[in-house]
Nanobody, 123 residues
Framework: VQLQASGGGLVQAGGSLRLSCAAS????????LGWFRQAPGKEREFVAA????????YYADSVKGRFTISRDNAKNTVYLRMTSLKPEDTAVYYC?????????????????WGQGTQVTVSS
């Protein structure tokens, strides 16, 4: 499984961005796709996750109501729509996939990782 994240950039506070994560290879290998982020000097943290075949979505409290995760199975792509962005959302965003059927906020539960895309929110 290969994951390719894209869509990051520089945006002003209050603005919006949409990240994309294109999956290729054995997409039957995973059931959950998630987004994580890592800010400078901080540990990587869970942002959101979605079932690859179901409709369940999960969000970190810090992004709930501002971020929306969705998927397009025909394109093997997962999206993260980010609105009302804050400077504290600045981080490298990673997409990840896991084969387990239950969502997890632990990065150790995800076996497949994309390369990351930088999101910078200016104040």
């Amino acid at each position: 499984v290969q994951l390719q994240a894209s869509g990051g950039g520089l945006v002003q506070a209050g603005g919006s961005l949409r990240l994309s994560c294109a999956a290729s290879g054995r997409t039957s290998s995973f059931n959950i796709l998630g987004w994580f982020r890592q800010a400078p000097g901080k540990e990587r943290e869970f942002v959101a996750a979605i079932g690859w075949r179901g409709s369940s979505t999960y969000y970190a409290d810090s992004v709930k109501g501002r971020f929306t995760i969705s998927r397009d199975n025909a394109k093997n792509t997962v999206y993260l729509r980010m609105t009302s962005l804050k400077p504290e959302d600045t981080a490298v965003y990673y997409c990840a996939a896991r084969s387990g059927l239950v969502h997890s906020i632990s990065e150790g539960a995800y076996a497949y990782w994309g390369q990351g895309t930088q999101v910078t929110v200016s104040s």
